[in-house]
């Protein structure tokens, strides 16, 4: 199945889904330990954490595209800095050959925003 598969808009006879795509929105977890009344994820209380293939399929899907356009790679979430370091570092590293090419762009130095998060919560302890 393709992207194509999906099915047509009626009322403009495009596709559903585009074929390309220019922002890719991920989330490592849903976990948000904020709590904020606005918050539309239903599960901010799951730990559960983005597999590296889930990842690794991402990169797949920007690799076939094959858009002269760079994809934006922005972690979202729940609260991207909660999960753990070394699996965020894991989850980055598919992406890696891509951001070197210049096919992707990644959140400013995700790794050391990260990094900063984590140092400024174990001070507060």
């Known amino acids: 199945m393709t992207v194509r598969d999906i099915g ?3 009322t403009t006879g495009r596709p559903a889904i585009a074929g390309t795509f220019h922002p890719l929105v991920l989330q490592p977890t849903s976990f948000c330990n904020l709590d904020c009344s606005y918050c539309y994820l239903p599960d901010r209380r799951s ?3 983005m597999s590296v ?3 690794t399929a991402c990169v797949r899907s ?3 595209q094959g858009s002269v356009h760079p994809v934006s790679v922005v ?3 729940g609260e991207p800095t909660a999960t753990p370091i070394d699996i965020f570092r894991e989850l ?3 992406f890696e050959e891509l951001q070197r090419a210049g ?3 990644q959140d400013p130095d995700q790794r050391d925003a990260h990094q900063r998060a984590v140092v400024r919560s174990v001070r507060r302890l």
Do not use: C, N, T, Y
Request: glycine content about 4%; proline content about 5%; overall charge positive.
């Open 53 to 55: 293939s889930v990842a």
């Open 62 to 64: 920007i690799e076939q």
């Open 75 to 77: 972690w979202h979430g």
């Open 47 to 49: 730990r559960q954490l």
């Open 103 to 105: 096919r992707v762009r």
């Open 8 to 10: 047509i808009v009626a």
């Open 92 to 94: 980055l590293a598919p």
